[in-house]
């Protein structure tokens, strides 16, 4: 690859290769100071005919001859050392990314897509009208949600040394001139390397929930609680400015989620008491925030009342900023400021029972909104700024209310979750026990709406206080009046959403309402009036049949009268979550992705027939057969009318740290969601005009043909099950400790029961990549059918559509990432040869097939044509993992053949966690 760079390229990536060679040169000097020569030198060793296998200059059995049978003892420092290796290239990539970008902003050239600065110039090219930018935007969101679907194998321990090493990596480049400071800073990452050495890579314990809802908090003080109100704050100036006639964006556009402590979807360990943990912690962080920034303008807006007049607002708050009179009794501003956190420490002590850091011991009046809060910054802005201060106000006090503006008293919206399933038996063991039916469980369809509805219009609950439930009963009622104290305490934006899992039916949604009403979230209103509730009911299609028949439900759903006034009273706004894991679990990737687009088109003719204001929530795992891949690629990839200026999207496992744990990139991944939103809402970029309906066609077809050929395999073939549970490390996924949620929805190993982020991320493993691409190649190397005409046609649409181009573009992506020459090393793993042989041929002849048919289609001469960042990070990093693959394919064999020792075992989970480390987007 390098040889073929032309001296430019060679030039660009030159500080890259530098960095991934010093810092592998610290990390082997680090290796052999404390774990030897003999075992370096094997190390050595394997990392140089790794290299060449890559290289083709050797076979690939040279690397697994060298690690047949290697001692246990030596094989965990060497998969540790590789896992490393990994590590520290990504590192170095990120910091690669920065300077590339730095010197494409430094040469002057035109901004690129996925920054705002693009967006706004298109824009401004387009000439919108202010009127209808204002209607399109009126209820815009954009909201990424934070998930309890964890696939981020690294400890919190090693995630934050590598964040030191970063740092100092950064510093390290600023001081390349100056040979004093840059030996100090080369001392200091070799004490992090050291320390990372001795750090172990793996949890011994799974992760408990209360440390799943600790690992999502912790990017509010890395980078979001920063860089979310900035973005608000210049997309709101930004817009206004361009339309000024117009008020754009009342409300902060860009405002989080967390589904940790609500999703309790097949995870037993969500109750009542983590839903409240999950809430007040979350509002804990903000408080202890608001609190300190507060004493921090303190400290700076000493402004006298001898130089400066205050408005009488200001004048006003300053009389009982301080118990003592005279205490800072010429700076207004500072008695102010100290009114205000002498007020929301009372607001903090009645939401948490306790007094936050930074907090006063004042006996003050609580405020009782967030709004509240900033109506007193606000006028002490107004007092800076009447003053000629508008410097001031412009720093530490316009952050903070900017920050209380998007966060409020919550952070995040904490969404709640539970299965059709689960609501079904809930309400049916109510019923009976209230004597309204003895077995709702055997009604008909028609009959469940009409009694769900009508006891949705009734003020009298189903239950007293001496009721006699179930277990389960009881545990989800505990739960919804737990999310009901939350919403009386933190406010409406606390609990925003209750989701129904694998919704099939307009009585699921009824369901969900009734027990929302039962926790008293859900008012039946009076005789004459409508219902209400501060929580909106979201259904979410997950398979392919769900999704084609999603719109149908909703619009089912929207004639029933009780459900379109509970729409109503949420400004007739209707939020559907539509699942990507399943689906493509259910019918392989083109497929999966052709029903979710299918199904935003039938949606949007719903909500164009019904006058609802339909948001969409699409549930994205982080690899591209979990609907991964470039977010903002996904959003310009949805049909006319999906966006309309609100999109809420799932953030999970590594992608989480991969976007959100420093600043610089949290504000780029950020603005591209922004980014995308705005130019998916207010332009056409659909790119099809009036050849969409043959367009869609033609996907119908080819989805149809990609869905067989995926069940050939998956669902048809005899012996396929077994064949994935032997080839991949499925059943050790389970033992990783990345989450709490079991690997299974039941006790089964099938394919349907089996959880998305083992399915993915066992077949990531093994380097197949299955959920990827599978089928896709059959259905275009079948529509095409050797007609050039045809062939033209798809290209043309690769060239046009922006949908056809993602789909073609992620999985190019994933397969750049497969290795069938490794995969079938893992296929000797089946002891059946025959089964063996049989699955290995098809996976090994469609693989090909879709490579070429991807050729044909892009007229690109390689997978990765038109992404060359990716390819060349493929280029630095998949050396490594050569030993990791070959190793796991080992100590599997080991196991399965007996030998289940502590260390085996531990092997494995290593080999699994430098692989991830390695892929990036695992699960």
């Known amino acids: 690859m390098g040889e073929s760079m032309s001296e430019t390229e060679q030039d660009a990536i030159r500080p890259l290769r530098d960095d991934i060679r010093f810092l592998g040169g610290v990390l082997g000097d680090t290796i052999r100071d404390h774990e030897g020569p003999e075992v370096f030198d094997l190390i050595e060793r394997v990392r140089i005919e790794a290299f060449r296998v890559r290289r083709e200059e050797v076979e690939r059995s040279a690397v697994a001859e060298m690690l047949d049978g290697v001692d246990i003892a030596v094989a965990l420092p060497l998969i540790r050392a590789f896992s490393y290796f990994v590590l520290l290239a990504n590192l170095a990539e990120d910091i690669q990314r920065d300077r590339r970008r730095a010197a494409h902003e430094a040469a002057g050239e035109p901004p690129q897509d996925s920054s705002l600065a693009a967006t706004y110039r298109k824009l401004d090219a387009a000439a919108l009208d202010g009127t209808r930018v204002a209607d399109l935007l009126a209820d815009a969101l954009v909201s990424p949600v934070i998930t309890a679907h964890p696939t981020e194998t690294r400890r919190r321990t090693v995630f934050d040394a590598q964040a030191r ?335 129904i899992s694998m919704c099939t039916s307009v009585s699921d949604l009824l369901e969900a309402a009734l027990l929302l009403k039962e926790g008293g979230l859900l008012d039946p209103g009076e005789p004459d009036g409508p219902p209400s509730c501060p929580v909106g009911i979201v259904p979410l299609f997950e398979t392919i049949e769900d999704l084609g028949a999603g719109a149908a439900t909703l619009s089912a759903a929207l004639e029933v009268g009780v459900y379109h006034d509970l729409v109503a009273a949420q400004g007739m706004r209707q939020e559907v979550m539509l699942g990507y894991s399943d689906s493509n679990k259910d019918g392989g990737y083109l497929a999966a992705n052709w029903a979710l687009y299918r199904a935003e088109l039938d949606l949007v003719e719903v909500a164009r027939k019904t006058g609802i204001r339909l948001r969409l929530f699409h549930g994205r795992g982080g690899t591209v057969g979990r609907g991964g891949g470039r977010s903002y690629d996904a959003i310009l990839a949805q049909p006319a009318g999906a966006v309309r200026g609100s999109l809420r999207l799932t953030e999970q496992g590594e992608v989480i740290a991969a976007k959100y744990a420093e600043p610089g990139t949290a504000h780029r991944n950020l603005e591209s969601l922004i980014a995308g939103t705005l130019e998916s809402t207010l332009l056409d970029v659909e790119g099809l005009g009036a050849d969409a309906e043959p367009s869609y066609g033609i996907m119908d077809d080819l989805a149809a043909r990609a869905r067989a050929a995926y069940a050939r395999l998956v669902h048809e073939t005899p012996g396929f099950v077994e064949y994935f549970r032997q080839s991949t490390p499925v059943a050790e996924v389970g033992d990783l400790n990345i989450g709490s949620r079991p690997a299974s929805r039941k006790p089964t190993n099938t394919v349907a029961d089996l959880r998305a982020i083992p399915w993915v991320m066992s077949w990531s493993q093994a380097r197949v990549m299955l959920p990827g691409w599978y089928g896709t190649g059959t259905a275009l190397e079948e529509w095409i059918g050797g007609d050039p005409e045809r062939l033209a046609t798809l290209a043309d649409l690769y060239r046009r559509w922006p949908f056809f181009r993602t789909v073609l573009s992620n999985l190019a992506q994933v397969m750049a990432k497969s290795d069938l020459d490794i995969a079938a090393r893992y296929a000797e793993l089946v002891d059946d040869v025959a089964l063996r042989e049989q699955i290995f041929g098809m996976i090994r002849d469609e693989h090909a097939r879709t490579v070429r048919m991807h050729a044909a289609i892009t007229g690109n001469d390689h997978l990765l044509a038109d992404n060359p960042s990716l390819a060349e990070s493929i280029h630095n990093r998949f050396p490594y993992l050569e030993p990791l693959n070959q190793m796991q394919v080992e100590l599997l064999r080991r196991l399965r053949a007996g030998d289940d020792s502590e260390l085996v075992k531990r092997g494995i989970l290593l080999t699994m966690n430098g692989l991830a480390t390695a892929l990036r987007n695992s699960g």
Not at 251 to 277: C, F, H, K
Not at 355 to 363: T, Y
Not at 413 to 433: I, Y
């Open 165 to 499: 090493i970063t740092e100092l990596m950064r510093l390290r480049q600023r001081y390349a001139e100056n040979e004093r400071e840059r030996a100090d800073l080369e001392l200091r990452i070799r004490r992090q390397v050291l320390s990372l050495w001795r750090t172990a890579l793996i949890r011994l314990a799974r992760l408990r929930i209360q440390d799943e809802i600790s690992v999502g908090l912790r990017y509010y003080d890395l980078t979001l609680f920063d860089v979310i109100p900035a973005i608000n704050a210049e997309v709101r100036a930004a817009l206004r400015s361009r339309w000024p006639g117009v008020e754009l964006l009342p409300r902060p556009m860009l405002r989080p989620g967390s589904w940790i402590g609500g999703d309790r979807d097949g995870n037993p360990y969500v109750t009542a008491e983590v839903v409240r943990q999950a809430a007040y912690r979350a509002a804990g962080v903000a408080f202890e925030r608001y609190l300190r920034e507060l004493v921090e303008l303190e400290k700076t807006l000493s402004l006298s009342a001898r130089l400066v007049a205050v408005t009488p607002e200001v004048a006003a708050l300053a009389e009982t900023g301080y118990p003592d009179p005279a205490a800072h009794a010429d700076e207004p501003y500072r008695r102010a400021l100290h009114h205000v956190r002498a007020r929301l420490t009372a607001t903090a002590l009645a939401a948490l029972g306790e007094v936050p850091p930074n907090g006063l011991d004042a006996g003050a009046r609580p405020y009782p909104t967030p709004q509240a809060v900033l109506d007193d910054l606000d006028a002490i802005d107004a007092s800076l700024r009447r003053s000629g201060d508008g410097l001031l106000a412009d720093d530490r006090l316009a952050a903070l209310r900017h920050a209380l503006e998007t966060f409020g008293f919550h952070l995040q919206s904490l969404d709640m979750r539970q299965n059709s399933e689960v609501h079904e038996q809930v309400v049916a063991e109510l019923l009976a026990w209230a004597g309204v039916h003895p077995d709702y469980a055997s009604l008909p369809e028609s009959r469940r709406v009409e009694l769900l509805a009508a006891e949705l219009r009734t003020r009298r609950p189903l239950l007293g206080p001496h009721a006699r439930l179930s277990e389960l009963a009881v545990k989800e009622l505990d739960i919804v009046r737990a999310a009901r104290e939350v919403v009386d305490t933190l406010g409406a934006a606390a609990v925003p959403t209750y989701i």
